[in-house]
């Protein structure tokens, strides 16, 4: 597990791997992704992704989560704000290969100071392989 990131803006990306990881492990063997890797999750429920950044005003925000989801059927994962699920449930639906990366965008609410986002898997198939969040 590494530890997390602390960035001053909000309005940036915040790649997967210099987030707090649980049941997953930091990847590159799939192409397309940004930064030095992503995330790919255990086959387990509950594994997460956790990224800590500083917002310098309470806002709400557009989240877009860039995954890849090479199975046939949809991995669910609740996302997380501040430790209130804002999302549940929400679907990342297959995107054709390990290598085919998509984004899921949803508005969340940022609060001034310290802020935290989760990606948790909901089904034992764990959640799709996560490259970054930008939260613009």
Known sequence: MRGYQLVSAASADHQAEDARVSQGVFASDHTGYSGSGFVNYDNVTG???????????????TLDLR?????????P????VNGTVVS??????????????ATSSLSVPLKSGTNTVRATA????????VDKITVR
Not at 122 to 129: A, D, E, H, K, Q
């Open 77 to 80: 994962m609740d996302i997380a």
């Open 47 to 61: 594994g997460y992704v956790e990224w800590t950044f500083n917002s310098n005003a309470a806002a709400t925000a």
């Open 88 to 101: 549940a449930g929400r679907a990342f639906d297959p995107t054709g290969s390990w290598d085919t990366w």
């Open 122 to 129: 909901t089904t034992s198939s764990g959640g799709p392989n």
């Open 67 to 75: 995954y890849a989801n090479g199975t046939a059927a949809n991995r």
